[in-house]
Structures are given as C-alpha cells and as structure tokens.
C-alpha cells in the first residue's frame, strides 16, 4: 500500500509490513481495510426514484449529478426542491469480502459520519443506528459477512419530518418551533443533532440534507487496532519545563496485550520508553513525555506575533507475542490562557487571550459553513478562503456553533498560517431537550470532537454554544417567568454538567467558555446565566445596530471583546448572475426579496446607505441595480471599518469604567450561497470591498482617525512587540483637486509595543482655517503614521468631515484604465483620473484573482494596482472584463 500522511498525526502498525496511514484512518497489524466509497444505489422511499449515487455525499448532490433537480442555488430552487427532504431515501451498496478479511476475529463496519437518522443493514440484518451527524460510527459485522456478494444498505429517515415527531413527543416546549417566515425554512431543527443552519438561517437556504457525507470503510483484526491518537503539550512553570501527553484510544478483541512504547522528539532530543498494558475493549491510554530542557523548544505563535515551527513525536511500540506499531506526529508547543481579571478603574473583569504568555489582540470574523452540501466542499475552496482570512492580516476566526465542525484539513492548514480558532460547538439560537437518548448522543459527540481537535494549536478556546445564554437572559422566546427555572435547569444540564464537564477532563490545555456572549465568570457565578450578558464590563459581546449611524463611533459598545458584529450587503452582479435571469435584476424584484432571509434587510441596507451617499438613480434599470449592489458594499466596508477601528484603538483604554478592548471579529468571513448577507467574500471566494478594507483595518500598525467632540483625534495602533517613535502626517484634500490643500504633522510620539496611543489631536475648525477655504463639506482629511526617517508605518488612513451626499466639489472622475503583464503570474492596472475618486472599484466579473487594493480613495492622478490572478487569464482579457466604478458615477 502506497504510503499516506496527512493531517496532524499519521500511524502504522505492523506485523512484517509497515502501512502508513492518516488520522482518520488508523491501521492495526495484520488489519485489513476495504473502503466502500465511491458508487451507491440511491432510492426514495417508494421506489419511484433509483440511481447512482457517490458516497461521501448526499441525496441533493446526487439528484442534481443525474439531473432530476436543477442547481438547487438556482433561482427559487431552494424552495422547489423542499421535497427531497420530506422523503426518506436509502443507500445501497454490494461488495465483496476477501477470505482472510472475513476470517479476522473482527470486522467493524465504519461511518466517519451520516447525516443523520438512519438504520444500517447488511445483508438484511439491522446492525445499528444512527442520529447524529457529528459523530463516527462503529458496527461489528463479521458474523455476517458472507463468501460471495454483500449488501449494505443504509436507509434515511427525513429530517424534517424526524425532528417534528420529537418535537410532538416531547413533554415540554423547547423553543423555538420555526425559523422567521422571511426564512422559508423548516421546523423544530433543535430536536435533532444535525447542522443547525439546514434548515434555514437569516444568511443562507433550506436545505435540510442527508447523505453518508463522510467516507464508510471496514476495518478488519485479530488483536487490536488504534482507533486515536492525540497529543497535547503541557508547560511548568514551576520548572520551566515542557512535557508532552500523548492518548492512544485501543480496542483489543479479548486479552490483555502488553509491551513497551518508545516515545521521541528527535528534534527536542528526546526520549522515553514506558511499558504499555491494553485491556479488552475500547481503551483511553495516556503516557507523558518529559521534554528535555538542555535546549530551547521554538514555540507555536499566532499569525502575526511569530512562527509556527512544529516537531515529529515518533511511537515504536512493541507488544507481545510479535506485535509491533509505529506512530509518528507532528506536535506544536504553545500555551494559552484566557485572562479575566480586575481591570483598574473599572467595575469589570478583563477578557483577553494570552498565548505563550504574550497578549494578543484578537482579528479576524467568524465562519459559517462555505455550502449547504457538505460533499462539495473542496479542499482546494477551504485553503483559499483560509488563505484569503490571512491576506487581511486576521489571526483568529470563529467556527460558529449553527453549522458543523470542520474537517481535518481546516485545522491543519490554521495551524500552518497561524490562524487562531475559537470552536464553537454546534448549538446555537435556540434550546435543547435533555433527556437521556439526546444527552448520551452530545456527550459522545463532544468526546469524538475534542479528542479529534485538541492535538491543533491553532484552537485556542471551547466555546459551548452561539446566543444561548444571551437568548434565556433576554427571554428571546417568550418564556413565561413561572417556567424559566425549568429552561434554566435544562441549560445548565446540557452545557455545564455535561459539555463542560467532559471539557475539562478531557483537555485542561485551554479555556472553556459555557456561551458566547458571555459574561464569563461572572456569568458562572450568576449561576450559568447572568442577568445581562452583553454587559460590556466582562466577557464578550454581540453587537448589531442597522438604524443607527454607523459613522457614529460613540453608538458601539465599548466592550471587552467583540466576537460579532456587523452589516449586511449584496454579492457583486457577477456572482449573481450564476443563479439568476435578467428578471430577476431589480432592487425591488421577486428573487432580491426571496434572496433576502433577515427581516427588513434591504430596506435596512437602503435607510444605513442614505444616511451618507446619494442612492443610485440612473434610468436603465439593470444599470440602477448594480450601482445597488456596489453602494450596499461601499456601506457595509465603511461601516465595518468605523466599529472596527473603534475597537483596536480602545485596546489600551478605560473609559467609564469600560475598554480594554481585545478582540474584534465580524461578522462573517465567507458566504454560504449567492446572496445578501454580512460575509466579506462572496460564495465562490470573490473578495467583496469590505475584505479589501480588512486588510488595512486589521493592519499590524494602524492611523485611526476619529472626531471626539470638537477635535480630530488620531491614535497609532500597534500589535508588533517593539516600541515605536512616529508622527502623524495630516493632509487637508480638497474634493475638487487631489493634490493636498496643506499638510500638518504631530510632534514624535513613543507608541509602546501591542498598544493604541494617541499622537495627534487638533481642532476641525482651526485645522479648516489653516487651510485656504476650505470646509467640511468641501475637504476631507488623509493621515499616515511616520517615522523620524520618514518611512509610513501601516497603510494610509482618511477622514470624511461631512457625509458624501453633502459632500462640495466631488466630480466624476472619468477614470481610464490600462491593463499590462506584471512578473510570471501578475498584472498591472494603470489607472487615471480626473479628480478624487471614493470608493473606486475594479471588477472583472467572473475572472478569479484579487487587486492589491480595491475600494480605495484615490486622491492622485495616476495610480497603479496590482492584480493576482487564481488561474489562467491575459492582459487582453482582463482588459476587456475590467469596469471601474466610483461614488460619483451611481448618481
């Protein structure tokens, strides 16, 4: 067998042959494995559909492979095709067992996952069921394999009409019943431990799948085979010392093997051989080596603040009578702590995390599933959207608890890029039965997931669930005050005496947070729910606001931690025009309202641009609706950048007894099909202007630029580990000319490592008096960070004095554009223009690359951009496909 590694561990064990495999798939010796992947037969529940179906996948994705629905993306497809899911569906295989394997003292029958409720048969003998979407499945067959051919049939009961059927024999209410109307999605999706978004979220369809979305194998042996293996590092402070816990999870068929297990860290210089004693069954066992301490171990750091070196950790064991393994691992060395703390002059805790003693500023967003069928996810689509989280200088995103945990890869490629992970676990907008069958289901489910995760260092944080706290606190469902001990009670069931305790005893390596938001540990002693857990004096808040001014700074919560927040906006017209007719293109039309799952989005989107742009109002009606498109993006980067800005330069103050602001993640990275919503890269992974914007607003040096009452302030904010000396350069722009009316710089100032100082404050008016004629309305503000050698510090920043609708002097800029090869891979966009430009945009259409900027203020006459290219494309191409919009040319 061809080697493979992948992941973060790899195994073999041997008996005269040495097979390497991934972690996903651990090999004992003399273990023989069949994988049952690839083609199925798939029926529905009365025969009347039978086809070819792949395994992993699911009953949407096949349907569409042999043609019997349209691109379920498509239109109003989502709704035309809710009758897969009210159907129940059965995957059938025939396969063929080899004497030897079927002479094994086991054979085990392996599901990495079924989505959900299913009954499993072979050769029509039910050997097991299934209920959870999240977990492995393990049935033992060998008694029924026979010599010729098997059949393996897998039957799906519907989810919907699953989950309604637990809702109606449950004995209480448990909220909530359905998804908004505006939704048009499906019902009681807490009944059942499936992806909680299928049946609908306020940013993606209904598409409540089933399927094997994993892969389906049999694994055959006489003695034992290792189903796990994990590793977590562990530092003394006492000693100074470093030491690492290796778990290897066994199953040994009837007596007990022994043996020693050599464990070493070639790269770390050691070593340690401890004898080894497996029991009959499935076993957790656990050895610890001492990392020797003669020499310094290279520490896994965030991106931003370090490297992510990592080490090989090497098993040889050897068991009796001639059993040997071997094992080998890579292992990350870092430590993190969440600190909260009396913060002085405030009432509060701080919330805040420290990796290997460093404090750290959290940036980044939070993720959402990248598509309604699990299957058609692609590698290649995770790494590029990971990718593109890191090219915005982000260090951290959150794996929201409404969708699934993530595959191996995911973790892997964040350990890579240095990218930290706050894990929820996948319970969110609602509450749970507690009864006895849903609880075993969660606690196995949360074992089999922190046993697979807890060997990244790029997970930094457990989190129990999205909103649950903040939904019992807030009576989001409309609770009767009688009854809420009893929801109280269930909550604390499920994510305290359950969830966390299995936590904690499996991974003390990191913090556990009951809820997000969360007032943390004053939550704990508010008995699990606090009476305000937005309060902003602890823990972290979600924050959302669409009515109010989102230029206004002083409306944001100046809170500990924001682990949401955000505006909507629309995808750009080429993404849209994958699933849609000309019909369809119209601001008020059928398919935007359809498109639109939150309540009032677009007219929220509307009232929040009409606060500070003119709206679009040219006659031809598709023109019109584009130039819709662009200003929902224009508002949504601007809005973004002012909160987030907000929140970077409040990481060194209290103000009020509030601040000390240590993390910022909006809401949400990437987009779940083509649609409104708050993602800043489109489905597909074209960068919207707010992903642009992030890449400047997530800086490691950073001008914010702000007015407190009557003066304009600018603070230097830094998350690098050494002191600065820099000034602020101010230039007065007038709208009319784009070479600067007059420019003003601040005395020096020492901006200390990982802190946000202010360096320059002058009043509006008087800055406006030195400057010629100019005003509010007729000039803004442009600023940079320098040194004493004149070298800029972090990108260039600007101020708008007044709203762009009542803006003087902004032209229409008749940019030209030129297009030209740049080096092996990229090109050159030439641009020039006849007078500032806000917020002008290159679009390609459907060409798959990004600009080096985009979005951009463009305040001189020429300007050149840089575009890479994600696959083939010319000059003359990019040419033809290239349109340049700005503020000016929507109205």
């Known amino acids: 067998m061809r080697p493979i590694c992948s992941g973060v561990l790899c195994l073999s064990l041997l008996l005269g042959t040495s097979i390497r495999v991934s972690s996903a798939h651990l090999v004992t010796s003399g273990q023989q494995n069949i994988s049952l992947n690839g083609k199925w037969t798939l029926a529905n529940s009365n025969g009347s559909l039978s086809f070819p179906a792949e395994v992993p996948g699911c009953v949407h994705s096949a349907l569409l492979k042999q043609g019997y629905i349209q691109d379920p993306y498509y239109r109003f497809n989502d709704v035309a095709d809710s009758w897969v899911a009210l159907d129940d569906w059965t995957y059938t295989t025939t396969f063929t067992v080899p004497s030897g394997m079927r002479a094994k003292q086991r054979v085990m029958l392996v599901f990495d996952g079924v989505d959900t409720v299913a009954t499993v048969r072979l050769n029509g003998v039910a050997v097991g069921k299934t209920k959870n979407m999240f977990l492995r499945y393990d049935f033992s067959v060998g008694a029924l394999l026979t010599e010729g051919d098997n059949v393996l049939a897998v039957s799906l009961a519907s989810p919907v009409r699953y989950a309604s059927q637990r809702s109606k024999a449950h004995s209480y209410w448990v909220p909530p019943d359905c998804p908004p109307e505006v939704q048009q999605g499906q019902c009681h999706v807490n009944y059942i431990r499936k992806e909680q978004s299928s049946f609908s979220w306020d940013w993606g369809p209904s598409f409540p799948t089933a399927g094997l979305w994993k892969g389906v194998r049999l694994e055959a042996y006489d003695v034992l085979r290792v189903v796990h293996l994990s590793t977590v590092p562990s530092y003394n402070h006492t000693s100074s010392g470093w ?13 007990v093997t022994r043996g020693q297990l050599t464990l070493s860290l070639p790269g770390l210089d050691s070593q340690q051989t401890v004898p080894v004693r497996f029991l009959p069954g499935r076993t957790r066992n656990t050895y610890t080596l ?130 930290m992970i706050w894990q929820d676990f996948m319970f969110a907008c609602a509450l749970y039965p507690t009864e ?65 305790a299995i936590v904690l005893e499996e991974d ?52 500990r931690f924001a682990s949401e927040y955000g505006f909507q906006s629309w995808p750009s017209f080429s993404t849209l025009q994958k699933v849609s007719v000309p019909e369809d293109w119209s601001w008020d039309g059928r398919f935007s309202a359809h498109r639109q799952h939150h309540a009032e989005g677009n007219q929220q989107m509307v009232l929040q641009a009409g606060l500070h742009y003119h709206l679009p109002n040219a006659t031809d009606p598709v023109r019109r609706y584009t130039h819709m498109l662009y200003i929902t993006q224009v508002m949504q980067a601007q809005c973004v950048k002012a909160q987030t800005e907000f929140y970077r330069r409040s990481r060194s103050e209290v103000i009020g007894g509030k601040g000390h602001t240590m993390g910022a993640l909006y809401w ?147 940019i030209t554009a030129g297009v030209r090869p740049d080096g092996a891979r990229g090109y050159t966009v030439t641009l020039r223009a006849a007078s500032i430009a806000p917020f002008v945009w290159l679009d390609v259409g459907d060409i798959p690359g990004r600009f080096s900027s985009n979005g951009f203020l463009m305040a001189s006459r020429s300007l050149e951009v840089g575009f890479i290219p994600w696959g083939p494309t010319s000059a003359e191409e990019l040419g033809r496909a290239l349109t340049v919009t700005s503020l000016r040319d929507v109205y």
Not at 472 to 482: E, Q, R, S, V
């Open 243 to 255: 030491s690492l816990q290796v778990e290897l999870h066994v199953e040994v068929v009837d007596k």
């Open 290 to 419: 001492h990392v020797n301490t003669s020499g310094p171990v290279a520490l896994w750091w965030p991106r931003g603040h370090g490297a992510q070196p990592s080490y090989r950790l090497t098993l040889q064991g050897v068991l009796d009578p001639t059993l040997n393994f071997s094992a080998d691992a890579k292992v990350y060395f870092r430590t993190v702590e969440l600190v909260q703390e009396p913060v002085p002059g405030s009432p509060g805790l701080s919330f805040y995390f420290r990796v290997n003693g460093k404090a750290i500023f959290m940036k980044g967003s939070n993720w959402i599933p990248t598509h309604s069928f699990q299957d058609l996810v692609t590698p290649a689509g995770v790494r590029s959207l990971l990718e593109a989280a890191a090219a915005a200088n982000m260090n951290a995103l959150r794996v929201w608890g409404g969708g699934v945990y993530q595959q191996d890869l995911f973790y892997s490629i964040c350990d890579e890029l240095g990218v």
């Open 436 to 500: 006895e069958d849903f609880i075993d289901s969660v606690r196995e489910e949360v074992l089999q997931q922190v046993r697979r995760l807890k060997s990244h260092p790029s997970v930094v944080v457990w989190s129990g669930n999205n909103e649950n706290e903040v939904a019992l606190a807030t009576n989001w469902f409309g609770i009767p005050d009688t009854e809420r001990p009893l929801y109280v009670k269930d909550y604390v069931k499920l994510y305290v005496d359950n969830i966390r």
């Open 508 to 559: 003390q390596s990191r913090p556990f947070l009951v809820s997000s938001p969360t007032n943390g540990l004053a939550s704990e002693r508010q008995g699990w729910v606090a009476d305000d857990p937005y309060d902003p004096h602890y823990g972290d808040t979600h924050y959302y606001s669409y009515t109010q001014d989102c230029w206004d700074w002083t409306t944001f919560p100046r809170t």
């Open 668 to 814: 949400q990275l990437n987009d779940i099909w083509q649609a409104p919503s708050w993602s800043s890269i489109e489905f597909g992974g074209k960068w919207k202007m707010l992903h642009y914007f992030a890449t400047s607003f997530f800086a490691p040096v950073l001008p914010v630029g702000f007015e407190d009452g009557v003066s304009m302030v600018i603070y230097a904010v830094s998350d690098l580990g050494v002191d600065l000396n820099l000034t602020a350069q101010v230039s007065v722009l007038s709208w009319s000319r784009p070479a600067p009316v007059c420019t003003v710089s601040s005395a020096a100032a020492l901006v200390r490592a990982n802190s946000a100082t202010p360096i320059f404050r002058q009043p509006v008016d008087a800055l406006l008096k030195g400057c010629g004629n100019c005003t509010r309305r007729s000039c803004l503000l442009a600023f940079q960070l320098e040194d004493h050698q004149g070298a800029q510090w972090g990108p260039a920043n600007h101020h708008f004095l007044c709203s762009l609708r009542d803006a003087e002097g902004i032209e229409a800029p008749n």
